[in-house]
């Protein structure tokens, strides 16, 4: 069992900054292969960011490539989501998810990973 809790949203003006956290149980953390999806109001839910077990392989959806940056400190059993130049589109509750076993080109797939947080509201105003 993996428990995962997020942390760090809030509300903030566009083109400004949030860091998200996502603190995960589990000895074996530095084994899990972490991703955050985000759902807006309406919509489905969809892939942000994925990073491999040693934090050395990312992928980024195409809407947050280079405004996002997703990393981890596998000493710490975290994973962070660095958000910058922030627009309303990117308003939406944020979750963390955690896949057991490594989804390779398959990993902005849902369906992939194994345990998620409660999520944490991300509000970006006008």
């Known amino acids: 069992q993996v428990q995962l809790v997020e942390s760090g949203g809030g509300l903030v003006q566009a083109g400004g900054s949030l860091r998200l956290s996502c603190a995960a149980s589990?000895?074996?953390?530095?084994?899990?292969?972490m991703g955050w999806f985000r759902q807006a109001p309406g919509k489905e839910r969809e892939f942000v960011a994925a990073?491999?077990?040693?934090?050395?392989?990312?992928y980024y959806a195409v809407s947050v490539k280079g405004r996002f940056t997703i990393s981890r400190d596998n000493a710490k059993n975290e994973v962070y989501l660095q958000m910058n130049s922030l627009k309303p589109e990117d308003t939406a509750v944020y979750y963390c998810?955690?896949?057991?076993?490594?989804?390779?080109?398959?990993?902005?797939?849902?369906?992939?990973?194994?345990?998620w947080g409660q999520g944490t509201q991300v509000t970006v105003s006008s």
């Open positions: 990073i491999g077990w040693s934090g050395g392989i990312t």
């Open positions: 589990g000895r074996t953390f530095s084994s899990y292969y």
């Open positions: 998810a955690t896949a057991l076993v490594n989804p390779g080109g398959a990993y902005a797939s849902d369906g992939k990973y194994d345990y």
